[in-house]
């Protein structure tokens, strides 16, 4: 529930800069602004102040902004002070707004107080935290999406047509000596379908979204020397991982992160897998197990010059089943050679040199087409879409699809009638409608202080 403290934050990235703000949110801020700025700015104005302490001296001299409730940010009065970015003055400010009666806001608590004043839904909220967090130009334009309510309208169009759909049915079972039409003259299976479809097409998009929020984590693991820190190299486009001609050269994993058509794809290089004594090899050794298990996806290399058998490949035994991988074939300028792609059965080999580069293009395009990304310009049309989204999406396509088993006859509407309702339930959750208080607590809790 939404407390009634006045709270306090520095809102801007710790460290110098030319400008730092500390954001205040509460109900009836004005005694605490007339301390500070020795009167309340007039609203919604930018008036250069003077910050006071509690002797009256001066802190800092600044920008005040004075956003009265209900409009700003929280729902509640709001109050900017934009002074100079130094830690030391910002940490002054920040303390005569404690000592001034605010209290220090927790991570999340200012886009919470939007949330429980219904200036955003919970969908909106977590895309602030994505826009923040964004590592490439496309997630942060699916975030804005997000933010500008792209996702929840689709959600709240498809509760619409459930809401609608349960009022037909409950009508049926509330009124079943009435002249009420049947469920085939309703067009109950027809509407139901039409549902699905919908359903199934906010959850493609939704995946496009999750890629571009999570993004994925590939693991290069092979034996030594096969190239896969020269692998790494090129992937990155820098010299990330020492290369050189004596095995066992990589001893634990380097990661490094790049971005593919927008989606941020984590790259590990791991030690080359063997039998060896040495202690150190082995424990990094231990940590490509750790990393093979992990990873979204693994590339496996092998050196087109050795004869090796998939039953000999260490690497192979160790990758889970049903773990999406790509065999790597490097080395090909050796035999002057070039690349290609071989897609047989699901064994996808990708015949590439590392040293130079060649097929570097078509491993990037096999990543991206395997994780089940469509390339669509600049991310447009695509709302970000964080696993819980996904996870309740889900849900009310399995609670959608058994209903489906019950418009055969009139004799099974309550059960009709109840996946309905698990159905609206599960993808209201999304924009929290109907969310638990320990949910909230989990999704705010990421948020950076003073947002």
């Known amino acids: 529930m939404a407390s009634p403290d006045i709270i306090a934050a520095i809102a801007t990235p710790p460290g110098r800069g030319g400008i730092g703000v500390v954001r205040i949110s509460g109900k009836n801020i004005i005694k605490l602004a007339e301390t500070i ?76 107080r939007a949330y429980l004043n219904n200036k955003i839904d919970l969908i909106q909220a977590e895309s602030v935290a994505d826009i923040i967090e964004a590592s490439t130009i496309e997630a942060a334009r699916c975030a804005i999406n997000s933010l500008q309510g792209h996702f929840s309208t689709k959600i709240e169009q498809l509760v619409n047509l459930l809401t609608t759909l349960r009022m037909l049915i409950e009508a049926i079972l509330d009124f079943p000596d009435d002249e009420i039409d049947n469920l085939q003259a309703l067009q109950i299976k027809e509407k139901l379908h039409h549902i699905c479809t ?27 020397n096969v190239g896969k820190s020269s692998l790494l190299n090129q992937l990155v486009e820098d010299d990330a991982a020492i290369v050189t001609e004596i095995p066992g050269t990589t001893r634990d994993t380097i990661q490094r992160t790049i971005a593919i058509e927008g989606i941020p794809i984590h790259v590990i290089d791991t030690a080359g897998l063997r039998e060896t004594s040495d202690i150190v090899e082995q424990k990094g050794i231990e940590r490509t197990h750790a990393a093979i298990k992990s990873a ?47 897609d047989q059965e699901n064994n996808i080999k990708i015949y590439i040199s590392a040293k130079t580069g060649a097929g570097i293009e078509l491993l990037r395009k096999k990543m991206l087409e395997i994780v ?69 607590g989990e999704i705010f809790s990421h948020f950076c202080i003073g947002k």
């Open 37 to 112: 700025l020795g009167k309340l700015p007039k609203p919604r104005y930018a008036q250069l102040s003077q910050f006071l302490d509690a002797e009256g001296q001066v802190i800092d001299q600044g920008i005040a902004l004075y956003f009265p409730a209900p409009n700003s940010y929280t729902g509640e009065d709001v109050l900017e002070l934009q002074g100079h970015g130094g830690p030391a003055v910002m940490g002054l400010l920040l303390n005569q707004c404690l000592s001034a009666g605010a209290r220090l806001a927790q991570p999340g608590e200012f886009t919470l």
């Open 198 to 224: 919908q359903l199934l097409q906010i959850f493609a998009v939704a995946q496009q979204g999750n890629l571009l929020q999570e993004g994925i984590t590939v693991v290069l693991v092979g034996a030594p």
């Open 296 to 342: 979204t996806m693994v590339i496996r290399l092998i050196d087109c010059n050795r004869h090796q058998s998939d039953d000999n490949d260490q690497a192979i035994n160790h990758i889970p089943a049903g773990k999406p991988q790509i065999t790597v074939v490097n080395k090909i300028d050796l035999l002057n050679a070039s690349p290609r792609t071989e």
């Open 372 to 440: 089940g990304w469509r390339f669509n310009q600049a991310g447009e049309g695509i709302f970000m879409a964080r696993q819980r989204h996904l996870e309740a999406l889900t849900q009310a396509k399995v609670h959608l699809e058994n209903a489906q088993k019950f418009t055969e006859n009139e004799y099974q509407l309550e059960l009709l009638a109840e996946e309905l309702r698990l159905s609206q339930a599960a993808l209201s959750s999304i924009t929290g409608q109907f969310t638990a208080d320990d949910l909230l």
